[in-house]
């Protein structure tokens, strides 16, 4: 059957200047006033952004629904399978594979030899961007503050949480001990005084009455504070003692379709068999999507599903030999009915099919690491489907498998009972290795990547791998000068490799480039530094480089950029006799140059000197704003300013969203809406007491609102107060019926509505004469602290609409995630009065604990 595949990826680099240009100066990557421009005002052309959606294949070591950015690929090449104590327990299966004959066909051509999972520690990356864009989403409550020393376990897929195990170091306040791998461990604040949503801004604006009572049900879980032990197992050994787990969840089995629904070929039904039906399915739901009209889908869909049809061919005898005669219309249909019935729901039946589905799930979603209870993070295995790929992979469209326990190797404890697959089959092996942090891996059949099953984001194992990949970056700013003047010299060495070398590491520390790696040639064709060819770099006089190429996860990178005279000079030498497909760097690898980095520092790798930047960059952008007096929302626009140019810098791109212009125009009404409302407040005052036209505050009349505007805006509140009336009216009747009491007349009703209607014909004479009905008089304190707020809300409006509009090309999400110390932002939140949820989800407040209690002093 089929099985599964996993999408990984983040993108490439770029750095603009006001003149269209990326001014590179020595020892910084500091970018001119015209950072701040949009991107279609920036140097950058409109690229081939090839994001397809949220959930797309990425190249990369591909972990189970996590995502990886890694420079180096961690399975990408062949390696042993991991051990403990030199022991792997292979279990015997017996079952047999429904696909036969076509699935092992399928693997052969697709899976590399045998690779097996590494037995070295598989280096964890959290979960992308792109990803969501849900994760970006701010918090609507403060609840559950992180500066706590007690908090209860999140919602949500990546908490760790413990009852043990609270062994901690103390010290004085704001102090930082040094542990013995090494890295600065940030010292507990003292407990501060009130609750976390004592501050107004970060309450809720609407809290669930209801609730209250479940939450004291709720057994209140303590968080393991490793950030406060010795040694939080930062040495790369031994990750675990003890640690026991329920393997991973499979999805359903396929359930077959109605009789009725069939697909059609040559304008006539097929009955095909359930195996074969599936695979049909898979392209049937994508009918109407970009993917189903691209050719190499298709063309890879249809070879795949042809091999299934060998093994499983249509019970009528029809012979499937073009594509162009096959009909999903009627498949498409039925699934779109379907969705739409689910959607459909009541609230009640969404809220039982919730709970079942958490029932059956809870089991997977925590495991005992050492006896704590932490979270698990991607329990479940992907469903068979299509590939999609980004950008022009050569693959899209061909069949993920269904992974099944045969193909699955557990990591466990020793002594601990074996979890029992939830489908029919034995686990591929058992084995108890406590040097890597895996709980379960396969293979996927489709680029032949390793996907394991990680603790959630929250956990400590990736808490410590989290800080010391920042605790690494920090460490580079003593050794970034020395670094910076070796290759400086190098980029003269009579020895061609070390001076293409100096090149390379150049345009990653200037340009933040990743370093990239060799590509198969059934892979998509991105590249990185080492990886330019020829062909992608552009030479124009007098010292201007123009790089135009795919990046990671086929994002274009655009940008002509300034450089040195002897940079200049350099890649003119390294293109000559060259043909445009011949590598620039021939004799640079990523390889070699991450060695010779070791060398400069310990640990230090082209990802390194990315995070550095990236870090060192946001930092530098964010001191330079003064925000003194400054509101809420200014202080925002300058936090979001600044990380959309370190999105820029590190070539952060995606599509505008197809609902951006919807959205940007409601905001639009929205802010009309709100200049209606101080018209009609000043109407008001002026009206009382005319005395107010004269004063400067109240002169500034709502010149962008039209009387066609306003016609329109009072016609559509009408029909809102009308609808709602009538809504209101039928509920009370239900209520009187369930009560058993008489409902009430249509005259009620006619009453209401009545009312409703002279109130607009009072709006309309209002507007012809441009005075508020004195009926509606109100104290003039009162009108005065109203139009206040309306002004102000006026004002924050119109930022958040610039704001948007300015970051529907750059993903924000994927520096916060991957490449922003957290610290800077919970340091910055103190400084500056901004509550933290305002600007890190509940997801990212989840991920990162260990930042959130640092002291506003604290620097990267």
Known sequence: MPGSGYHNGHHAAAAVNGNGHAKLEEGDISMSDGDDLPLSQASRKPGTDARTSRNLKRKKPVYAESSSDEDTPLASSPAKPSKSNGKVVKQESDADDAYGEESSILRKSRVSGGRKPPKKKVKEESAAAESSEEDDKPLLSAKSSSRKRKTKSEDS???????????????????????????????????????????????????????????????????????????????????????????????????????????????????LPPESEEVAGFFATMLETEHAQDATFRKNFFEDWKTVMKRHPPRDGTKIISFDLCDFRSMFEHFEAERAKKKAMSTEEKKAAKKSKDEMEAKYTTCL???????????????????????????????????????????????????????????????????????????ENINGNHKYVFLAAGSSLKGQSDMMKFEKARELKSHVDRIRLNYNVDLKSKVMADRQRATAMYFIDKLALRAGNEKGEDEADTVGCCSL???????????????????????????????????????????????????????VTTSSLNKHLTSEMKGLTAKVFRTYNASFTFQRLLDEESLEGATLQEKLNAYNKANRRVAILCNHQRSAPKTHDQSMEKMRYKHLTLKYDRMKLRQLLFTQDPGFKRKEKYAEDESDIDDDWIVEHENNMKEKEIEKAEKKFAKENEKLKEDGEKPQSESVLQERLSGIKEDFEQLTRERETGKASQKKARPIDKLEEAIDKVTERIKTHKLQIVDRDETKEVALGTSKINYLDPRITVAWCETHDVPIEKLFSKTLVTKFPWAMEVEKEWKF
Not at 166 to 189: C, F, I
Not at 235 to 254: A, M, R
Not at 417 to 438: C, E, L, R, S
Not at 540 to 564: C, H, M, Q, T, W
């Open 157 to 271: 897929e990546g908490v760790a949480v413990a009852n043990g195990n609270k062994s901690r170091t103390r010290g004085k306040k704001g102090k930082v001990e040094d542990d013995a791998s090494g890295l600065d461990m940030p010292k507990p604040k003292k407990k501060r005084g009130g609750k976390a949503n004592d501050d107004p801004a970060i309450t809720s604006p609407t809290k669930a009455k209801g609730k209250k009572k479940e939450k004291k049900e709720e057994e209140p879980q303590e968080v393991f504070r490793w950030w406060e032990q010795q040694d939080p197992n930062g040495d790369g050994t031994v990750k675990w003692q003890t640690l026991e787990h329920n393997g991973v969840i499979f999805p359903p089995p396929y359930e077959p379709l109605p009789s009725n629904i069939k697909m059609q070929y040559n304008g006539k039904p097929v009955d």
């Open 369 to 443: 690491l050492d006896g704590r209870k932490e979270k698990v993070g991607n329990f479940r295995v992907e469903p068979p489907g299509l590939f999609r790929g980004r950008g022009e992979h050569p693959k899209k469209g061909a069949l993920k498998f269904r992974v099944r326990p045969e193909d699955i190797t557990l990591n466990i404890g020793v002594g601990v009972p074996i979890p029992i697959p939830n489908m029919p089959g034995k686990w591929k092996a058992v084995t108890h290795d406590n040097t890597v942090t895996w709980l379960a891996n396969w293979t």
């Open 533 to 587: 060819r020829c062909e992608h770099v552009t030479l124009e006089a007098p010292n201007f480089i123009v790089f135009d190429f795919l990046g990671k996860d086929s994002i274009r990178y655009y940008n002509r950029v300034e450089v040195e005279a002897q940079v200049f000079k350099n890649i003119r030498i390294f293109k000559e006799n060259k043909n445009d497909d011949d590598n620039l760097f021939d004799r």
